[in-house]
């Protein structure tokens, strides 16, 4: 149980196009997701903490209106990284919180997105 | 506030030998502690995760931690190495279920 479904697995875009990344937990609700940045060599990164039904909650740093973040329902959250550019290259994950917290934190298979 | 050290990025064991991936935490209150793995161009693995129950925890594929209090630490061990084992582990600390904070990660080596 308690599967996260990241999707695509790998996306290759132009410069100034967007970019969207789904994350849906499968077999449980979530109401928090969260969206987590890795560069190369380095750790994690969250960069938002998306709640079902209101806004998203962005850490220091991390440009609201460049990754737009939706959680329109308790199974689905979205990024989109708006008028990408080849620095937006990265690894991105996402995370759900199951409503039943004895699941644990699930992650999805991540995205890897190439800016060119 | 909480953090958590991984202190070694590289570690390099041989096939059958025992695998050490060392995490020490600091937090200001009870903390939940997990161990994930990745795989190159992979998503995380849940390895295995301590929340204030039994101070050994027992994860998949062989691997388990012990949650030492006193010492602060939440090491990684496997009694020997395979070659599928050759990943990044992150230990990653959190309080209940708010947001997580990730180690720095450690790049397991496995020599055939």
């Known amino acids: 149980g308690a599967v996260v479904s990241q999707h695509p697995s790998r996306v290759i875009c132009k410069s100034g196009t967007s970019v969207k990344i789904e994350c849906r937990s499968l077999d449980f609700q979530a109401t928090t997701m969260f969206w987590y940045r890795q560069f190369p060599k380095k750790s994690l990164m969250l960069m938002a903490t998306?709640?079902?039904?209101?806004?998203?909650?962005?850490e220091q740093g991390v440009e609201k209106d460049k990754f737009l973040i939706n959680h329109a329902s308790l199974t689905l959250s979205t990024l989109t990284v708006t008028s990408a550019h080849p620095e937006d290259s990265s690894f991105y994950i996402c995370?759900?919180?199951?409503?039943?917290?004895?699941?644990?934190?699930?992650f999805g298979s991540g995205t890897r997105l190439t800016v060119v | 506030a909480q953090s958590v050290t991984q202190l070694d990025s590289h570690v390099s064991v041989s096939e059958g030998t025992p695998v050490l991936l060392r995490c020490n935490y600091s937090s200001s209150y009870s903390p939940s502690l997990f161990w994930y793995v990745q795989h190159p161009n992979k998503g995380l693995q849940l390895l295995l995760k301590y929340t204030s129950a039994a101070t050994l925890v027992k994860g998949i594929n062989g691997f388990e931690a012990e949650f030492k209090k006193s010492e602060t630490s939440f090491h990684l061990t496997k009694p020997s190495a395979h070659m599928s084992d050759a990943a990044e582990y992150f230990c990653?600390?959190?309080?209940?279920?708010?947001?997580?904070?990730f180690g720095t990660g450690t790049k397991l080596q496995v020599i055939p």
């Open positions: 995370s759900a919180r199951p409503i039943r917290q004895e699941h644990g934190y699930t």
């Open positions: 998306s709640n079902e039904g209101s806004k998203a909650t962005y």
């Open positions: 990653v600390v959190s309080r209940g279920y708010q947001k997580v904070t």
